[in-house]
């Protein structure tokens, strides 16, 4: 029954592999290194150096509140319209979970993608793989809290909309909602 | 005359005493000669059957005390608890200094980046040898690895040698333990994980024929005798390991001549009952090998560890050697405290394993020329995170019992991430000695940090001073939380998108409410001053009360209730109107768990401190697995998100810019309670959720707010951690407008006033207006377009 209910795994898998491909580097979070605090890194005892360090320019600051507040400069709120692409490292435990998946270890393979989104957070197949493993679990529950989390990633990305989409309506068959498989169904085949 | 002797007698027990001797012999003579050696036999006889029948009594029973406690007692291994193990790959977010640290504090070595447990840096280049970890999931073999930090990141990560991998996880750092009443710390070792030198050089210097007595051995007293004198010194004790190990087990360390005998007829029965395999092996197992505070260590399994790192299988002769040595004497060899002493001691083992031919002179000759190798310190304090340690015991408590985990060797693995931690307890300590001159030792303050979308808690602050163990803030200290509850009411209003968007006007103007029990509420705004209108994102970024008051009110306190319940509030919500300003109590970490929901889009995310629970064995007890609810609708959660964002660039956070560095996009809100009694902050960037409460314990009025308390604390830890700015994904249904919100009405791009801002579809404004004037901007802007 399982099997038949899932009638688009295979398809989530290629479009997963495809739009992972698709998705390449680039975009994405901006990853900002600590500001200013290289020196303390560097120092042997970091925290006294630090203190001694920091403190005059601190205070300087305080005194001049207005200065330092560049106000001309300032950004608006930030926002993208897909979510960040799957590093390599996530990748390659993710490759790791397909295999332990196969050998019908679905325990160890969500260790594996746990470690794929501690690195990849921001990635939506991340979510959508565990969404999988869970399925393979027969904890629909948390398989479709994890696809809508996936979803909530997929941005205007309309192959990974495409799978998240297909991959809810089947977990909601298979946990007998009928009415939101099909509401999934239909926002699959608008894209 | 009764009356007169009786007193003399009572009066005078020496003469008593004396008397009675007198009376025997005269008793015995009177006996007289023919009959006194069948006396003397019958006596003697008598004593001896007693003798006998008591001493087979005595030793029934301490065959008995023997064998249940040598059979029944097993070890009680205290449960160790290791961070997070760091993972290796390139773009994984470190810095030099957080990666030097993380090796140190899991027991590597500055040293050539060859042998296994140490690592070599040059700048940001590091070569590193790992020891290799058993996970759950699979081992991590031991490697050589070579990687460059540039940026915070890691780069050109490749391993030099061993299995290829594009990702390696170092061995986690232990980071504490949960330990039995007695104190005593132990890692248990099979006999056959034993390096066979290592038994071999413990028996040539504890108990060379330690495989051919019964327990004891008069010949070995003698000979160890021998070889003292001939070396001028002590180097070989004359107890068997047996009775070494029965003194240790069983007895009490006074010396008496009656239980020098209980030793040696326990060692005897020992002998009796057990293979002297079990009793090496509990030998290994027991012994005292040195201190660590109020930490005793027993055992070579732990001994290795505390002193080098390093597991038993791998030591080498001359490491071998030192640990043999300390036996003797584990204060007076102390490695770390009298290095010479240990120096000398070891090297007299090594020539004792040269002389038994253990080892061949070249290999005794190099081990001596090695230093003696111990890692600086013990490679952990059990005080160390006594905040941390703390969450994560009320964590297991849910489903282990205390015992369990004071003598089964469980192994409990957190999400401590060290590097975050040491930047948070930084930020407290430096933030709060500049608050008011350093002076205010009243002032107290929490931190708690968590992994954004995983709700991990990478990092808690309990206190000011971190490693104090007494009142952890973050846990305990359960505080109206003030403007932060400000989100959650717009939020409660934002998912009704026909009645509110941003750019809703709301009132910014006072009012009384009257209670029917006759009393009045007149809220007012921090600044005491009234705006009229203002747009709602306004409002909320610049945390008005006035208009979230009304907003509140209108959408229904029960409403604002149920979204605080859906975010995973569990304690009581007071109903009275003040809740719109934040008259709730919470602690550090039940904000960080309902601001999870805020950061994740509506994903409740349960924080978690504990991934997994294993046996001493590695065999897995327990998985805390990483759990998503969506409890919000992602549409109106992204417009929170945005004012967040705003509240960072124009409202209330904005000070955080003077730490943080313009590219890091972060979203926020400050709290402040009357009279300064609670000044709370509590945001996230895109990898990390931060809540800091800066206040006093006796709840006393300060002269801060959320801006200047909280923040700069938190400001402070966002600037030192390299991460990912906040950048949400526009999710379903929600669309992006160019806005002017006082006109409320949509506009052109380069119009004065101009706002990019989200809307819920179709609840974006029908009016449009165009520019007044600025002819000039408006023709650039086109030409801009037209060649984009």
Redesign the interface.
């Known amino acids: 029954m399982k099997v038949n209910a899932f009638r688009h795994a295979g398809l989530i898998a290629v479009a997963i592999t495809v739009a992972g491909c698709a998705s390449g580097p680039g975009g994405g979070?901006?990853?900002?290194?600590?500001?200013?605090?290289?020196s303390?890194?560097?120092?042997p005892q970091?925290?006294q150096t630090?203190?001694r360090g920091d403190?005059p320019r601190?205070e300087r600051?305080s005194e001049q509140?207005e200065e330092?507040?560049?106000q001309p400069?300032?950004?608006?709120?930030?926002?993208?319209?897909?979510?960040d692409a799957l590093?390599?490292?996530a990748r390659?435990?993710i490759r790791r979970a397909d295999g332990l998946m196969a050998s019908g270890d679905t325990?160890?393979a969500?260790?594996?993608l746990?470690?794929a989104?501690?690195?990849s957070?921001?990635s939506a197949q991340v979510?959508f793989k565990?969404s999988q493993a869970y399925v393979a679990l027969d904890q629909l529950g948390?398989a479709e809290?994890?696809t809508?989390?996936g979803?909530?990633?997929?941005?205007?990305d309309s192959s990974l909309q495409r799978a998240g989409w297909l991959l809810l309506a089947d977990i909601r068959r298979a946990r007998g909602n009928v009415a939101g498989a099909d509401q999934a169904e239909a926002r699959a085949s608008a894209l | 005359m009764i009356c007169l002797t009786a007193p003399r007698i009572r009066y005078n027990p020496a003469m008593k005493k004396s008397a009675s001797p007198r009376k025997s012999p005269k008793k015995s003579a009177r006996k007289g000669k023919s009959t006194r050696r069948p006396w003397f036999w019958r006596l003697f006889l008598r004593v001896f059957f007693v003798g006998i029948v008591l001493l087979a009594g005595w030793t029934v029973y301490l065959d008995a005390v023997v064998t249940s406690r040598f059979e029944g007692r097993r070890f009680e291994v205290p449960s160790r608890v290791y961070a997070r193990p760091l993972e290796l790959y390139d773009g994984a977010s470190v810095s030099s200094g957080a990666l030097q640290r993380e090796l140190e504090l899991s027991g590597y070595r500055a040293g050539d980046g060859n042998q296994a447990g140490t690592y070599r840096r040059n700048g940001g280049h590091f070569i590193i040898s790992t020891r290799g970890f058993l996970f759950t999931d699979g081992l991590e073999p031991r490697r050589r690895l070579s990687l460059t930090i540039y940026g915070d990141r890691i780069q050109d990560f490749r391993v030099l040698s061993g299995d290829p991998s594009p990702i390696v996880r170092l061995e986690p750092a232990q980071i504490g333990g949960i330990y039995p009443a007695h104190k005593e710390d132990r890692v248990l070792v099979q006999l056959a994980d034993v390096p066979n030198l290592f038994t071999d050089a413990l028996l040539a210097v504890e108990d060379r024929n330690f495989h051919d007595h019964l327990g004891i051995a008069p010949l070995s007293i003698a000979r160890a005798m021998l070889a003292n004198i001939r070396a001028g010194e002590i180097v070989q004790g004359g107890s068997t390991l047996t009775q070494q190990l029965v003194k240790n087990f069983f007895l009490t360390r006074e010396q008496t001549l009656l239980r020098k005998g209980n030793e040696a007829l326990m060692s005897l029965l020992l002998e009796l009952h057990y293979e002297k395999s079990d009793i090496l092996e509990t030998y290994l197992n027991e012994v005292y090998v040195g201190q660590a505070g109020t930490r005793a260590i027993h055992g070579f399994g732990l001994a290795s560890q505390f002193y080098f790192g390093e597991s038993i299988r791998d030591l080498e002769a001359h490491q071998i050697a030192l640990l043999v040595g300390l036996v003797k004497g584990p204060s007076y060899y102390n490695p770390r405290r009298h290095p010479e002493r240990a120096l000398s001691r070891r090297n007299l083992v090594i020539d004792v394993m040269a002389e038994t031919g253990l080892i061949v002179e070249e290999e005794a000759a190099r081990a001596r020329a090695q230093p003696l190798g111990v890692t600086n310190r013990a490679s952990y304090s059990e005080n160390r995170y006594p905040a941390y340690i703390d969450l994560v015991r009320r964590h297991l408590a849910r489903d282990y019992k205390q015992e369990d985990l004071q003598s089964e060797g469980l192994r409990i693995f957190t999400t401590l991430n060290p590097a975050i931690q040491y930047a948070a307890e930084f930020s407290v300590r430096d933030m709060l000695n500049r608050m008011e001159g350093g002076s205010d030792a009243t002032l107290e303050s929490a931190m708690v940090v968590t992994s954004r979308d995983s709700g991990e808690v990478l990092a808690l602050v309990g206190g000011r001073d971190p490693k104090y163990a007494g009142f952890n803030r973050a846990v305990d200290a359960s505080r109206p939380i003030g403007s932060l509850i400000k989100p959650f009411v717009y939020l409660t209003a934002l998912q009704q998108p026909d009645r509110y968007t941003l750019i809703t006007p709301v009132e910014d103007k006072g009012f009384s409410l009257v209670f029917d029990d006759g009393r009045r509420w007149e809220p007012q705004n921090y600044d005491k001053e009234e705006r009229g209108q203002v747009p709602l994102h306004e409002a909320l970024s610049h945390s008005y009360n006035l208009p979230t008051v009304r907003v509140g009110l209108d959408v229904g306190i029960d409403s604002v209730k149920s979204t605080l319940q859906g975010f995973g509030v569990t304690g009581g919500i007071s109903e009275y109107p003040s809740m719109l300003l934040g008259s709730v109590s919470m602690t550090p970490v039940t904000v960080a768990q309902i601001y999870q929901g805020l950061a994740t889009s509506g994903f409740n995310t349960p924080l978690r401190t504990i991934r997994q629970v294993t046996d001493a064995e590695g065999e897995a007890l327990s998985r805390y697995s990483l759990k998503v609810d969506q409890v919000a609708d992602p549409a109106a959660v992204h417009l929170v998100q945005y004012v967040m964002q705003e509240t960072m660039q124009e409202g209330t956070g904005r000070s955080a810019y003077r730490t943080v560095p313009r590219e890091l996009t972060l979203a926020g809100k400050t709290g402040t309670t009357d009279d300064g009694r609670d000044s709370w902050f509590a945001g996230f960037s895109g990898d990390l959720l931060a809540v800091t409460w800066v206040g006093r314990d006796d709840n006393g009025p300060t002269s801060l707010t959320g801006a200047t308390g909280a923040l700069p604390v938190w400001s402070r830890f966002m600037s030192q951690v390299p991460q990912h700015g906040f950048s949400p994904v526009v999710p379903d249904g929600v669309e992006y407008h160019w806005v002017n919100p006082e006109e409320v009405a949509l506009t052109d791009e380069h119009c004065e006033n101009a706002r990019l801002m989200p809307f819920i579809t179709g609840s974006e404004p029908d009016v449009e207006v165009s520019c007044s004037g600025n002819l000039e901007r408006r023709i650039r802007g086109w030409f801009e377009g037209l060649f984009q």
Do not use: C, N
């Open positions: 979070s901006i990853y900002v290194p600590a500001g200013g605090e290289h303390r890194d560097e120092a970091p925290p630090s203190e403190e601190v600051k509140p330092p507040m560049r400069e300032h950004s608006t709120p930030s926002y993208q319209d897909e979510g590093s390599p490292a390659s435990l325990q160890a969500v260790a594996q746990e470690r989104q501690r690195i957070p921001r979510y565990l948390s809290q994890f809508l989390k979803l909530s990633l997929a941005g205007s």
